[in-house]
C-alpha cells in the first residue's frame, strides 16, 4: 500500500502476510505491528512481573523474528533484479 508521501508500507502490507516467509501470524500470540509496539510499552514501563515480562518478550521474539525473516527475504529478491 502506498502512503502519503510516496513510499510504501511493510506493516500495511503485512508481506501478503507470509507470502515471503511462507509462514503467517495467524499462529502468533501477537499478530501485529501496533500491538507489537504497545506490549513492548507496557513491559518495560508497566507494572508487570518478571513471568509475565519473560512471557510477552518471548512473543515479541516471535512477532519480530517473523517480520525481520519477510524484511531479509524481500531484500534478497530486490537484489536479484
Known amino acids: 500500500m502506498q502512503n502519503e ?3 510504501v508500507s511493510v506493516e ?3 508481506v ?6 511462507g ?3 495467524e499462529n502468533l500470540v501477537i499478530q501485529e505491528g501496533g500491538a ?5 510499552l507496557r513491559v518495560t514501563f508497566g507494572k508487570v512481573d518478571d513471568e ?3 512471557r510477552v518478550r518471548q512473543q ?5 523474528g517473523l ?9 534478497r529478491e530486490l537484489a536479484k533484479l
Do not use: H, P, W
Open 52 to 54: 509475565e515480562r519473560r
Open 60 to 64: 515479541l521474539n516471535e512477532y519480530c
Open 67 to 75: 517480520d525481520t525473516m519477510g524484511m531479509v527475504q524481500i531484500s
Open 12 to 14: 500495511k502490507t503485512r
Open 36 to 40: 507489537a509496539s504497545r506490549e513492548f
Open 23 to 25: 509462514q503467517g501470524y
Open 16 to 21: 501478503e502476510d507470509g507470502a515471503v516467509t
Open 5 to 7: 508521501v510516496g513510499g
